[in-house]
């Protein structure tokens, strides 16, 4: 007698098998991923020097508005943070510049502020903690993305600035800024004065006459004339300097007088 009753196999219809293998690859990526998120925001935070009780903030400062989706709120980007994060620089480093330089007056100590809130002063401090690279745009093109990140680092370093007063207060603000900008207060790249005003003002509070500039000598073409001027104040021997036009030269023998005579204010010393 034949058995003829089927044999039953225990496999599953096609397609079956796959989704939960399927299923396991995703949460497997998707853990691998956030895995991966933690660590650059480790670096990053390793890089500013301050660990975030509020991930989102630190996310949120570096999430460029091109990177958000039509429907999300203009809020999720950097923006409102860059705004904040401005004025607790503004502040803070005001704060430095009054104890830095207990003799300056208002007039030196707004310049020297001017220059290093500037957005120049704060792209070279994003520069120098390597967040170029970690700024989150949406969908452009190659050389679209480097000039787009280039423009907006000072933003972005503003905006980590006011995430940073956000999470730990002023005081965690106050040592990121104080770690990145000290050595700028100390050396702005930048004349604060022009030499011959610092001069002429240094004259003046000794009680003598306003410097006379003399052309001493001209060479070279007409089209490219060199001058040597000679600064003269009672009393000093005179100064020179030599420039492509007279005023260049002017603001040269005014620095070499400057800095012979040891006067403060009109070089990029503190």
Partial sequence: ???ETPVIRDTPPQGESAQPEAGREAATKKK???VSAKAAA??????????????????TAFTHVSALKP??????????LEFLGDHVLGLIVSDMLYRAFPNADE????????????????????KSLGLVDDIKLGQVGASASARLRKSVLGDICEAVIGAV????????????????????????????????????EWAQSKGMP???????????????????????????DPAEGV????????????????????????????
């Fill in 71 to 80: 429907a999300r709120n203009r809020a999720e980007s950097y923006q409102r």
């Fill in 243 to 270: 420039g492509g036009s007279k005023r260049a030269a002017e603001k040269v023998a005014a620095s070499v007088m400057i800095a012979r005579e040891g006067v403060g204010g009109g070089s990029n010393d503190s």
């Fill in 42 to 59: 480790a670096a990053i935070e390793a890089r500013i020097g301050h660990k975030f009780g509020d991930p989102n903030l630190l996310t």
């Fill in 1 to 3: 007698m034949n058995d």
């Fill in 107 to 126: 007039g030196e100590l707004s310049k020297r502020l001017a220059d290093l809130v500037r957005k120049e002063s704060c792209a070279d401090v994003a």
């Fill in 165 to 200: 007063f956000l999470d730990g207060g002023y005081s965690a603000a106050a040592q990121f800024v104080e770690r990145n900008w000290t050595e700028r207060m100390r050396k702005p790249r930048r004349p604060l004065r022009d030499a011959k005003t610092v001069l002429q």
């Fill in 210 to 236: 306003t410097p006379v500039y003399r052309e001493v000598e001209r060479t070279g073409p007409h089209h490219d004339p060199q001058f040597r001027v000679a600064v003269d104040l009672p009393g000093l």
């Fill in 32 to 34: 691998r991923s956030k």
